[in-house]
C-alpha cells in the first residue's frame, strides 16, 4: 500500500478563518477567568479547542540589539500591545509573517493596553559591532568651600555601535545601551526609554547600508583637600 500523504504545511491564512468568538475576562483578584458566550458542543470520547480571540492586535515588527542577551545580531521582535478589552494568559505562539512561518515566541501575561516586546527569531541580515573609546576633557574647576579645597575634572566614553544592514528591508532597531546613572550624556539623540539597567535608543537603518552610532558619556570626578 502506498505511503499516506504528509499533510500540508501550516499557512497563515489556516488560522485566519472566520471565527465568531464572544469572550471576557472575569477578574479574581490577582486571577481572571475566561467566560466564552458562544455555545460549544463535544462528543464523548473527543476533544476540541475552543477560541477565546478573534480580534486584531496593534503592533509593529522591530530589531532588538542588547549585546548582554545577544552578541552580534539584534532579534526580530514584536513591539504589541494588547489593543483588546482581554486579559491574555501568557504562553507559546507562532509567527507568520506575509503568510510564511517566521519562528516561535513566548508570550507573557497580558493586561488590557499593556505593551511589551515579543522576540520571535534572529536578524541574520544585520550585523552590529561595539567599539569603546574614552578620553579625558582638558576642563577642570578648583573651589573653596569650609576649608575644602575642590578639584573636579570631566572624562568622556564614546561607544560606537556599527549597524551593518544586508537586507532588502529597513530596520527599526532598538540598541539597549547599558545605563551609567553616574553619567550624562552629550551630543547624544535622548533614550526613547530607560530602565535601572539600560537606555534604549531608537535607529532606522537603510537596506543594504552602514551606518555609525555613536553613544557619548561624560562623567564628574571630584576630589577633596
Known sequence: MPAPAAPPAMRAGDMAQSVNVSTRTQ??????????????????GNSALVPILGDKFEGEIVAVYNERVRVGNPL?????????????????????????YSGEAMLDTMR??????????????????????????????????????????????????????????????????PADRGAEYIDTAKPAERTETFDRFVVESE???????????RRQHTQSL
Open 27 to 44: 477578574e479574581l483578584g490577582d486571577l481572571f477567568s475566561y467566560d466564552v458566550s458562544t455555545p460549544v458542543s463535544i462528543k464523548g
Open 76 to 100: 526580530t521582535s514584536f513591539k504589541l500591545k494588547n489593543s483588546t478589552n482581554l486579559t491574555l494568559e501568557g504562553g507559546p505562539a507562532t509567527v507568520f509573517r506575509e503568510g510564511e
Open 112 to 177: 488590557p493596553g499593556e505593551e511589551k516586546l515579543v522576540p520571535f527569531s534572529v536578524e541574520l541580515g544585520c550585523k552590529i559591532t561595539t567599539a569603546f573609546e574614552s578620553s579625558t576633557e582638558s576642563g577642570q574647576e578648583v573651589r573653596v568651600s569650609s576649608g575644602y579645597l575642590y578639584h573636579t575634572t570631566w572624562s568622556r566614553r564614546i561607544v560606537t555601535y556599527t549597524i551593518k544592514n544586508a537586507t532588502k528591508r529597513k530596520l527599526k532597531i532598538y540598541i539597549d545601551h
Open 207 to 217: 537596506p543594504g547600508k552602514q551606518l555609525a552610532f555613536k553613544i557619548t558619556e
